[in-house]
T-cell receptor, first 112, second 109 residues
Framework: DGGITQSPKYLFRKEGQNVTLSCEQNLNHDAMYWYRQDPGQGLRLIYY???????QKGDIAEGYSVSREKKESFPLTVTSAQKNPTAFYLC???????????FGPGTRLTVL | QQPVQSPQAVILREGEDAVINCSSSKALYSVHWYRQKHGEAPVFLMI?????EQKGHEKISASFNEKKQQSSLYLTASQLSYSGTYFCGTAYNNNDMRFGAGTRLTVKP
């Protein structure tokens, strides 16, 4: 089955630790995205990538980093510089930027 | 760059209609609509490209008014399954899209 997966579903970390969220897709999509979702604030774009080895900052990139070494993978690292990292993180992919986006199930990160 | 959605929330009885609006301060290239049920990932509903077209998906349709830089989502004869949060995503070119804050729709029996 084609799809987009995120792991883990729930993640707990201590304050000051970096943490990496996984996002994998087997849809052969070129574009991939990371969003942060907080109650009442919709989906805010963190980073997106149009193609392998290229990525662009979204609206709230500070404190986050990404890599796109393979077409199917787009991991997100939440660094200790992110002041309020507790949130629900969604990864998505599309054939190209501007096309229908397919979302993964999300990872709920809680920083203690 | 984030579009503005209205209303923020709406409560309906089964069979009633609703309209959700999505407005932008910039000229739009396209508008996407998604629905997210509680605890789940957003699911794509439809894309509208500039040109004022209207699209439909079962009893859910949408319009795109290029001059007003606005899109509206129409839900007719609502069903319980329509409950969820509806997001519009607006793009100003073919490379960049931003989502609105969402409209929470609750359909009651």
């Amino acid at each position: 089955d084609g799809g987009i997966t995120q792991s883990p579903k729930y993640l707990f970390r201590k304050e000051g630790q970096n943490v990496t969220l996984s996002c994998e897709q087997n849809l052969n999509h070129d574009a991939m995205y990371w969003y942060r979702q907080d109650p009442g604030q919709g989906l805010r774009l963190i980073y997106y990538s149009q193609i392998v080895n290229d990525f662009q900052k979204g609206d709230i990139a500070e404190g986050y980093s990404v890599s796109r070494e393979k077409k199917e993978s787009f991991p997100l690292t939440v660094t200790s510089a992110q002041k309020n990292p507790t949130a629900f993180y969604l990864c998505a992919s599309s054939i190209g930027v501007g096309n229908e986006q397919f979302f993964g199930p999300g990872t709920r990160l809680t920083v203690l | 760059q984030q579009p503005v959605q209205s209303p923020q929330a709406v409560i309906l009885r089964e069979g009633e209609d609703a309209v959700i609006n999505c407005s932008s301060s910039k000229a739009l290239y396209s508008v996407h609509w998604y629905r997210q049920k509680h605890g789940e990932a957003p699911v794509f509903l439809m894309i509208l490209l500039k040109g004022g077209e209207q699209k439909g998906h079962e009893k859910i349709s949408a319009s795109f008014n290029e001059k007003k830089q606005q899109s509206s989502l129409y839900l007719t004869a609502s069903q319980l399954s329509y409950s969820g949060t509806y997001f519009c995503g607006t793009a100003y070119n073919n490379n960049d899209m931003r989502f609105g804050a969402g409209t929470r729709l609750t359909v009651k029996p």
